[in-house]
Each structure stands twice: as C-alpha cells, then as structure tokens.
C-alpha cells in the first residue's frame, strides 16, 4: 500500500507565498498529482509530476524528489480563493487489481486571511 | 466545470436501504474511477472501470458493486446501508485510464443515512 502524509492545516495571509510539504512511502511510483478542493465541491486538477524538479504553472508550482519520497505545492501571491483543502495523490506502479490507482493524502485544509 | 456528471446531487434514505448513484464521464473519457469520501477517511478509491469492463479495486465494502455501460456512464449500488456508509461520492474519469492521465472529478453525491 502507500503512506502518504500532509499537515492537516495551514494559514497564510494574503499576498503571500505558502509551501505544502507531502510525503510518502510506495511500493512502485508512478507519479503525484495535487488537487485543490473546496469544501464540499470536486478536487481539481492542480498538477502533475513524474520526474524530479520543478513544475510552473502559473502562481503555483509543483516540486518532486523521488529519491527522498517529497513533495511540495508552492502557491504564490495568496488570494482569499485559495483557501481549500490542497490533496497529495499518488499513484502506484501497481499489479493485477490495484494497477495505477491512485492514493490520496488526508489533505491540507489551508485558510488565507485579508 | 469538469466534463464529469453526477446525479443526484443528495440523497438522504435510511439505513437498511439501496441506492443507485450514477455517473457520465466526460465526452470521449472511456475509464470511470469511483471514491468515496467521509471526514475520518479522506478520499478513498473503490473502483476503476475501463470500456465497461473492471480494470482495478479498491477498499470497496462487499454490499456495493459498480458497472459500466456500453454508452460509458457508470453506476454505483450501495444495498444495506448503514450510518457509516454517509459520505461524499465521487466519480471520476479519463480518457484510457492510463497510469499518467489526469482524472476529472463529477461534483459528487452527498448521501445521507438516516
């Protein structure tokens, strides 16, 4: 199975950058996603990353180490509609009945403040 | 707005009861994902279908069993309901359900056990 682990809350204020750290433990990686989700809506794709580094999507940017099971969502210039729960997925090599699902962290309830 | 529909949107029955939560994944999508997500647990995967066939499982409880159809859209049977079973049910789809293709997620079902 896996084990993936994000703080549980996070608060920032507007304008600001703020880093959401997750880790985790895979039998075969195959990736992480983050999802944004806003209380009682859908998660929606934020990014995605295969291969260690630094992928930039506009105020957000999405960082992988493999070798150190570590990921981070950097959001620049806060806003108040970022305020979300920020979820850590990762999926699996995976064999016969489990192959490339996708596990999900608990997520990181972050709150932007004026 | 994802491409991905759900209905219904709620559903409050009592327990002992079976529903039917249904899903239409996006134009041309031919993998549906189904989730389940209550507050203790976080988002947790229960099954894939790829082309109307079962392609992987997860922690589905033996009272609820899932299919897809020939025009792709999927449902969800949950018999015997018990308080537990409250939560929000996501679906989700992609186009082949590759190991890196993005999954969109359906707004959900928000069910209640009575």
């Known amino acids: 199975g896996q084990n993936i682990d994000q703080p549980t809350e996070m608060t920032a204020t507007e304008g600001a950058i703020v880093q959401i750290n997750c880790t985790y433990q895979?039998?075969?990686?195959?990736?992480l996603f983050w999802y944004q989700q806003h209380a009682g809506e859908a998660p929606t794709f934020l990014s995605y990353?295969?291969?260690?580094g630094l992928e930039e999507k506009g105020r957000f940017s999405s960082f992988l180490s493999r070798s150190k099971g570590y990921s981070y969502l950097l959001l620049k210039e806060l806003q108040m509609k970022d305020s979300a729960s920020y979820l850590c997925?990762?999926?699996?090599?995976?064999?016969?009945?489990?192959?490339?699902?996708?596990?999900f962290g608990r997520g990181t309830q972050l709150t932007v403040w004026p | 707005d994802s491409g991905v529909t759900q209905t219904p949107k709620h559903l409050i029955t009592a327990t002992g009861q079976r529903v039917t939560l249904r899903c239409s994944p996006r134009?041309?999508?031919?993998?549906v994902y189904w989730y389940q997500q209550s507050l203790d647990q976080g988002l947790q995967f229960l099954i894939q279908?790829?082309?109307?066939?079962?392609?992987a499982k997860g922690n589905i409880l033996e009272r609820f069993s899932a299919q897809q159809f020939p025009d792709l859209h999927s449902e969800l049977n949950l018999s015997s309901l018990e308080l537990g079973d409250s939560a929000l049910y996501f679906c989700a789809s992609s186009a082949s359900g590759g190991a890196q293709e993005t999954q969109y997620f359906g707004p959900g079902t928000r069910l209640l056990v009575l």
């Open positions: 279908y790829y082309n109307g066939e079962e392609r």
């Open positions: 997925a990762v999926r699996d090599l995976g064999r016969g009945s489990t192959l490339g699902r996708l596990y």
């Open positions: 895979t039998s075969g990686f195959n990736g």
């Open positions: 990353n295969v291969l260690d």
């Open positions: 134009s041309g999508d031919l993998s």
